[in-house]
Antibody
């Protein structure tokens, strides 16, 4: 069974930093692209970043480009999101998701597994 | 970016009745070389993460009840719940993966009348 478990969320002041982690199990995560999708309370879904299977393709939403960095450690079957210069509008539940593809063809596919999410609150 | 517009924002349907959700993309998500529509549907129950229901516009995921069906092509898509059950109360999202960035519709909340 595919499991994605996020951690690292919390309360941070505007301008601060957080590093989110996602531990993957139940599948060979090394073969798949992975993504971060966020959802503000009571709002819709926003894709924010994706990484291909070999880290050769990194992709970001305009809203976070230059502030957030996605990475993966395949030896640890883990996905990360380094978030700097945080703003109030970054407050959301952050989901780790598994892509149905590897990203080797330079595109994203649908997200066939989701974690439970980790909550980030940016406030003074 | 491709804008995904869902309608209605919410609907209330009696148990056993049909629920229909619409999703419209601002440009076609049909990739002509393979005749595939790069469109997925997700169900999000209260307090839970989204769950993939449908990929490629009409392909139901394993384990998804057959009362869920989806259709459409190009820019206009429909998700249908043929006979609403209590456990179908949720928010439903469409998602295009035709081009980056991937984008989602705003969601449709389905409730029991």
């Amino acid at each position: 069974e595919v499991q994605l478990v996020e951690s690292g969320g919390g309360l941070v002041q505007p301008g601060g930093s957080l590093r989110l982690s996602c531990a993957a199990s139940g599948f060979n995560s090394n073969n798949y692209a992975m993504h971060w999708v966020r959802q503000a309370p009571g709002k819709g879904l926003e894709w924010i970043s994706g990484i291909s299977w070999n880290s050769g393709r990194l992709n970001y939403a305009e809203s976070v480009r230059g502030r957030f960095t996605i990475s993966r450690d395949d030896a640890k079957h883990s996905l990360y999101l380094q978030m700097n210069s945080l703003r109030a509008e970054d407050s959301a539940l952050y989901y780790c998701t598994k892509d149905a593809g590897s990203g080797s063809d330079q595109r994203e596919y649908f997200f066939d597994s989701w974690g439970q999410g980790t909550l980030v609150a940016v406030s003074s | 970016d491709i804008v995904m517009t869902q309608s209605p924002d919410s609907l209330a349907v009696s148990l056993g009745e049909r629920a229909t959700i619409n999703c419209k993309s601002s440009q076609s998500v049909l990739y002509t070389p393979n005749h595939k529509n790069y469109l997925a549907w997700y169900q999000q129950k209260p307090g839970q993460p989204p769950k993939l229901l449908i990929s490629w516009a009409s392909s139901r995921e394993s384990g998804v009840p057959d009362r869920f069906s989806a259709s459409g092509s190009g820019t206009d898509f429909i998700l249908t719940i043929s006979s609403l059950q209590a456990e179908d109360v949720a928010v439903y999202f469409c998602h295009q993966y035709y081009s980056s960035p991937p984008t989602f519709g705003g969601g449709t909340k389905v409730e029991i009348k």
